[in-house]
């Protein structure tokens, strides 16, 4: 049963957020929400333990999809980026702000980038493209997500100075071409570079805040060097290009990491936990 405790402790932790929300905005919503969230991910890793392939792409759709078809399609909010400054401009506390501060900006000193491997509606559709493993080596082209925040902050500041109309809408709006912008993008950059997650190393503007904190992550691959063979099949199939077979907090050790544990996965000698 030890194997089960790490996906209970984690289920409590979103308990814990679901059920302050709940009472500080005196709002249902958040306790069902992050209940719900919680709980996908908790059965995803419950999977995991017992030794399923398919318990990430599990979490990927029971919350990816959840995300972007019922909180942003239908209840129309939008919960990329540029939902996070329309938000923090009107001094509001809601939505897109919390999913962010919970996610992508505190979040990750508990778990890294788990919200890039078991979370991320853009993600789930470019895992299932053919290059899982990527192929050739890692271009020089990160600067690019810098310039795509840097875009996402400056449009709703302008609109916001410009004072624009039915914001509200404007925004849905850019949820749905902001989507239809990231999955071509996305699909296009795969092929290109013959690497599915290229559009999450060069282009995702949400990185911006997930590598901070990411890099002081409690939960995150550990190896231990003298089990370790130097076969190398860890290194092959992981798909953001990391350095799991050493023991290091260096900058593409501790914040590229998005939790897939396929390397765990492929090691003979589990020297990788």
């Known amino acids: 049963?030890?194997?089960?405790?790490?996906?209970?402790?984690?289920?409590?932790?979103?308990?814990?957020?679901?059920?302050?929300?709940?009472?500080?905005?005196?709002?249902?919503?958040?306790?069902?929400?992050?209940?719900?969230?919680?709980?996908?991910?908790?059965?995803?890793?419950?999977?995991?333990?017992?030794?399923?392939?398919?318990?990430?792409?599990?979490?990927?759709?029971?919350?990816?999809?959840?995300?972007?078809?019922?909180?942003?399609?239908?209840?129309?909010?939008?919960?990329?980026?540029?939902?996070?400054?329309?938000?923090?401009?009107?001094?509001?506390?809601?939505?897109?702000?919390?999913?962010?501060?919970?996610?992508?900006?505190?979040?990750?000193?508990?778990?890294?980038?788990?919200?890039?491997?078991?979370?991320?509606?853009?993600?789930?559709?470019?895992?299932?493209?053919?290059?899982?493993?990527?192929?050739?080596r890692r271009r020089r082209l990160g600067f690019v997500r810098y310039l795509v925040f840097a875009l996402s902050f400056t449009l709703v500041a302008g609109l916001f100075l410009m004072k624009a109309a039915n914001l509200d809408k404007v925004m849905f709006w850019l949820f749905v071409g902001g989507n239809v912008f990231y999955y071509a993008t996305g699909i296009s950059l795969a092929f290109l570079c013959r690497d599915?997650?290229?559009?999450?190393?060069?282009?995702c503007p949400v990185t911006v805040f997930l590598k901070p904190m990411s890099y002081y992550s409690v939960l995150r691959v550990h190896c231990d060097e003298e089990k370790c063979i130097g076969c190398g099949k860890c290194l092959e199939v992981c798909p953001m290009d990391v350095e799991v077979n050493r023991e290091s907090r260096k900058r593409k050790n501790a914040t590229e990491c998005i939790l897939c544990y396929e390397c765990v996965k492929e090691c003979p000698v589990k020297a990788l936990r």
């Open 1 to 136: 049963m030890k194997k089960y405790i790490p996906p209970l402790l984690l289920f409590c932790l979103f308990e814990i957020i679901a059920v302050s929300l709940w009472l500080a905005k005196d709002n249902l919503f958040y306790l069902l929400n992050f209940t719900y969230i919680g709980g996908c991910i908790a059965v995803g890793l419950a999977l995991f333990a017992r030794g399923e392939r398919y318990a990430r792409r599990f979490v990927q759709f029971a919350v990816g999809s959840y995300m972007l078809v019922y909180l942003g399609l239908i209840c129309r909010e939008n919960m990329q980026i540029e939902g996070f400054w329309y938000y923090l401009f009107l001094g509001v506390f809601e939505a897109a702000v919390i999913h962010y501060a919970v996610a992508k900006i505190f979040g990750p000193l508990f778990f890294g980038r788990g919200w890039c491997g078991y979370a991320c509606w853009t993600a789930m559709i470019l895992d299932l493209l053919p290059f899982k493993r990527p192929e050739g």
């Open 196 to 203: 599915n997650r290229a559009f999450c190393k060069y282009v």
